[in-house]
């Protein structure tokens, strides 16, 4: 491939070229569902109960890495000053309770011990199950069996392999050879589930297969790989035989190891700390005192010194020092290598208890935690699909009758033709029609002589008594051999299809284009830049007396429990009482058009504008200041170019607006000047259920500590539940290992290409953009939230704060997806600045804003209530600087570690607990009244592509400015 110019190799490389990806979309209009679980499904299909479908067990791993220094500058601000090595690997498993500790000092035979000893438990784990689930094999090689001996000189000679060209041989015997082809390959997903056990680790994505990819490829082999991987970590590796994954991904960001072990096991409650030998809780380790090898072999427990990280910036404490002196003493041991064996084990013993009590959570909702889902998103959204709330068809009696003989004596002959028993009376059949009260048993319509059947249950038997379920025709017809239990859910759906979330077929995929265009996330607004009590002037007149961040409880979820746009999503051209309808409730979805403010009402739009949306920023002088303009002209080759950025303003021009939230915004006098088109669909409320579940599992965990762990989950589920539904799939990579010269280079120039990284045989790890990407994720979902998100965030300033406050009261400060922080006249705002005719107004409606407050019960209630506002932080100055970079200081409480009034900080990529004394309230009001910048140091670990390793490094960068 050859580029015209730079700008197009750069781009080519940053992967945006301007069309890699072949989209399609599902043929038909499809309630949209997650994929199900595969060996549930095997066992409905061949009816198999008394198994439940979790796979039992698992194995777990964890590296530790030596530290060998290094001084090696990489740019002009970033220092490497360590790489690491790995030395040695702890497993264990929940089947044997075994735990081995591998070290070696040569990183490729650790792997290869690794590896060899995961296959040895693989193997055993994988005979524990097929002994399991023995039962669907069984079923299947009966059938098989069957089939085979009703068609001899069919079936002989078929193979997986040949079968399709059986088929296309031999037509009239496809029915045959499908049913065939269908089992053998139920048999192989069975196999490949079954084979591949779940290989788990913490942090392991970005950090321990990182540390040994190099060798870790070079002895599982590279062949019949998969990958998933995000933002350079791998979420996923399967192999035949194992499939690794990383718990970091199925917890919340930031979520410590120390602190994962501590939700799920409760924490260590031995009595005496020092001698505690529970392992329930990690070990200090002194990491970068393990500079070689031949550390290892020291005979004496390090100085406390030798704990230091220079990484952390902290020492271990004195009792901390003192557990691991017992720990050296009470375990006998004779050197550092005994100590990092303990060590090593104690990051996988526990850990197994741990994942089983998380994996008991997801087990109340019917999933299989590594099964169901790669991340907590995924699990959450099926979590949230599950909870949908599905109303039932009216059973109406239908007329009586008696069974049609005719049809009665059609099913003799069907089941003479098939060689199948009959045995199937008229006056069973009577009693049937009656029992059901001449109703389907399936679609619950009404039954008569035309429509009425008598479907089998177990359509290898014939028509026998005991043997038959009265329905409709057309259900009969569809049924086939569905399970019965799973073909009265389909028809339950199927009666609640314009209630449910579709995703956008073939024929409407424009809609998908349009609303991805349409898409625009949280926006986190700075409105002014410095408040401080007694200083500050609120809008040039009165003193600032407080500034109080108000926070919208759940507000997501609060948005799910909304009306969603449900049903086959259609497009229609916009007609000219289109306004009046969407006003009346008379039609529901996303009209397609430009809306502005009027000139008399941008003053009062003037510190909130209400429209959301991305565009492009070019950083000029005009557009961002002459201040921001120089400073970023001093950034060289970092500063900041045009970009999209999401913006508040005062028009939009052929936007996707929710109804919900257009219907606000022409109730406050905006107007559209054009429409476009209308994208239609159902107001429901799916997931209504879902919001009060979430809900009232936090109530719950609020007054019954046994239920904390469950509440806390709970809110981690309503969090990412909808996730999903806005993923960009063009984004997903695909990933490749190649050694043949012309096929790196071929690779490279392909226009899908995205980066490479050579290994250290040779081989090169290419990733690539995925070619292929099915959409069927419900992405109007995700639209629907993002602008029901921003229409609460709008209500509560314009018809709350500024509804019932005078603009010389307040002044906007900051605001984030779900927040805001505002500088008031006073110190209590409600109600001393309610405007006095306006009182009795916020006594009747108070509680549409606040959580209830005349009773205990009701505050508590409330507190989890979604969508409501509550206080989240109280202070007497804030300085606000940029997007995530605020501090808000002098609070009335304070601190009971500092002993010093609380502070609430956001410091976006800059390390708070390293930059201490740079991040201070000083120095953010100095920024504001000198406009100095300040420097902070960053302090981690990356990989380096130059040693293709994991490396420490040390970083100064701008910290506030």
Not at 62 to 67: I, K, N, T
Not at 591 to 610: A, N, V
């Amino acid at each position: 491939m050859v580029f015209e110019n730079n700008e197009l190799m750069r781009a080519h490389t940053k992967n945006k070229c301007d069309q890699v990806n072949l989209e399609s979309f599902v043929k038909y209009p499809t309630i949209y569902k997650p994929a199900e679980n595969r060996i549930k499904k095997l066992l409905t299909k061949y009816a198999i109960k008394k198994v439940d479908h979790y796979l039992d067990h698992f194995i777990v791993y964890d590296f530790e890495a030596l530290l060998e220094p290094i001084q090696q500058q990489h740019g002009q601000n970033t220092e490497f000053t360590s790489k690491h090595i790995p030395v040695s690997v702890s497993i264990s498993d929940s089947l044997t309770n075994e735990v081995q500790c591998f070290i070696n000092e040569d990183p490729k035979v650790l792997i290869e011990d690794m590896v060899a000893y995961i296959n040895k438990v693989s193997n055993l784990i994988s005979q524990y199950h097929r002994g399991k689930f023995s039962a669907i094999y069984h079923s299947i090689n009966k059938q098989e069996q069957l089939l085979e001996e009703a068609n001899p000189k069919i079936m002989e000679g078929i193979t997986l392999e040949n079968i399709k060209q059986k088929r296309k041989e031999t037509p009239e015997l496809s029915s045959f050879l499908k049913r065939k082809e269908k089992m053998a390959k139920d048999k192989e997903i069975l196999d490949q589930i079954l084979d591949q056990t779940p290989v788990i680790g913490y942090n392991t994505g970005r950090y321990d297969i990182n540390l040994i990819r190099n060798e870790l490829f070079g002895v599982i082999g590279t062949d019949n790989i998969k990958f998933v991987i995000k933002n350079g970590g791998y979420m996923a590796i399967g192999t035949n035989s194992f499939k690794m994954l990383d718990m970091i991904n199925y917890v919340p960001a930031g979520t410590s190891y120390d602190s994962y072990l501590e939700t799920y096991l409760g924490g260590c409650k031995c009595e005496d700390k020092f001698r505690c030998t529970c392992e329930l809780t990690k070990g200090v380790f002194p990491y970068e005192y393990m500079t070689s090898y031949q550390v290892l072999s020291e005979t004496k427990l390090p100085p406390k010194e030798g704990f230091y990280s220079k990484l952390r910036c902290s020492h271990i404490s004195d009792d901390e020092y003192k557990r691991a002196q017992f720990v050296w003493e009470h375990y006998e041991m004779k050197t550092i290598k005994d100590y990092l064996i303990w060590y090593n084990n104690l990051d996988v013993v526990p850990f197994i208890k741990a994942i089983q009590k998380q994996r008991e959570f997801f087990k109340s909702f019917d999933l299989d935690m590594f099964c169901d889902g790669v991340s907590l998103p995924g699990l959450s959204e099926k979590v949230m699909y599950k909870s949908q709330e599905l109303i039932f068809p009216e059973k109406k009696p239908g007329k009586p009758f008696d069974f049609p003989e005719k049809r009665y004596l059609g099913y003799i002959e069907q089941d003479d033709k098939a060689g199948r028993t009959f045995a199937m009376t008229m006056n069973h059949l009577d009693k049937l029609l009656q029992k059901q009260k001449y109703i389907c048993n399936y679609c619950y319509c009404q039954l008569n002589e035309e429509n009425v059947s008598a479907d089998r249950i177990n359509n290898k038997k014939g028509h026998e008594d005991g043997n038959i379920i009265i329905s409709c025709v057309v259900c009969n017809v569809a049924r086939k051999d569905m399970n019965i239990k799973a073909f009265r859910h389909k028809k339950l759906i199927e009666f609640n299809a314009d209630r449910l979330v579709y995703s956008i077929n073939e024929e409407e995929s424009d809609i998908y284009r349009k609303m991805k265009a349409n898409i625009a996330g949280g926006p986190s607004i700075i409105f002014n830049r410095y408040a401080k009590r007694n200083e500050t002037l609120i809008r040039g007149g009165k003193l600032c007396k407080k500034v109080i961040g108000y926070d919208a409880n759940a507000l997501y979820l609060w948005c799910l429990g909304n009306e969603m746009p449900c049903g086959r999503l259609t497009t229609i051209d916009a007609y000219d009482t289109i306004i009046d309808d969407i006003k009346s409730d008379k039609i529901f979805g996303f009209l397609e058009c430009d809306i502005e403010t009027p000139e008399h009402l941008k003053e009062y739009f003037s510190e909130m504008t209400p429209i959301f949306k991305n565009i492009e920023i070019d950083p000029t002088e005009e557009i961002i200041g002459k201040h921001m303009f120089d400073y970023n002209q001093t950034r060289g080759k970092s500063m900041t170019k045009k970009s999209r950025k999401l913006i508040g303003s005062y028009f939009g021009n052929q936007i996707l607006i929710y109804t919900p939230l257009l219907k606000w915004y022409l109730q406050h006098g905006m107007k559209i000047t054009k429409t476009y088109s209308f994208i239609k669909a159902n107001a429901h409320k799916p997931f209504e259920s879902f919001m009060n579940q979430v809900s009232d599992a936090r109530r719950e965990g609020d007054v019954d500590d046994s239920k904390a762990m469950i509440a806390d989950m709970m809110k981690l589920v309503g969090n990412a539940a909808f996730g999903r539904s806005g993923m960009d799939m063009t984004k997903h990579k695909e990933v490749e290992f190649m050694s043949d010269e012309k096929s790196i280079y071929k690779a490279t120039e392909h226009f899908s290409f995205s980066s490479k990284t050579e290994l250290n045989d040779g081989t090169v790890e290419m990733t690539k953009s995925k070619r292929r990407i099915k959409l069927r994720n419900p992405i109007h979902l995700s639209i629907a939230i993002y602008q029901l998100a921003k229409l609460r965030m709008l209500q509560f300033y314009y018809d709350c704060i500024d509804f019932y406050f005078d603009r010389s009261n307040f002044q906007y400060q900051e605001m984030d997806t779900d927040s805001g922080y505002i500088a008031f006249s006073t110190e209590n705002p409600f109600p001393d600045l309610i405007k006095p005719e306006l009182l009795d107004h916020f006594k009747k409606h108070k509680y549409d804003w606040f959580p209830r407050d005349d009773t205990a019960e009701n505050a508590a209630y409330d507190r989890r209530t979604p969508g409501l506002f509550k206080e989240e932080f109280r202070c007497n100055a804030m300085v606000s600087l940029s997007s995530k970079n605020y501090i808000c200081y002098l609070s009335d409480k304070i601190d009971k570690e500092t002993n010093k009034p609380m502070i609430k900080l956001s410091a976006k990529g800059v390390q708070k607990s390293r930059n201490g004394s740079v991040l201070t309230p000083e120095n953010f009001e100095s920024v504001v009244k000198d406009r100095i910048m300040f420097q902070g140091t960053n302090k981690g670990f990356r990989i380096c592509k130059e040693s293709k390793s994991i490396i420490t490094y040390s970083q100064t960068k701008t910290a506030l400015n």
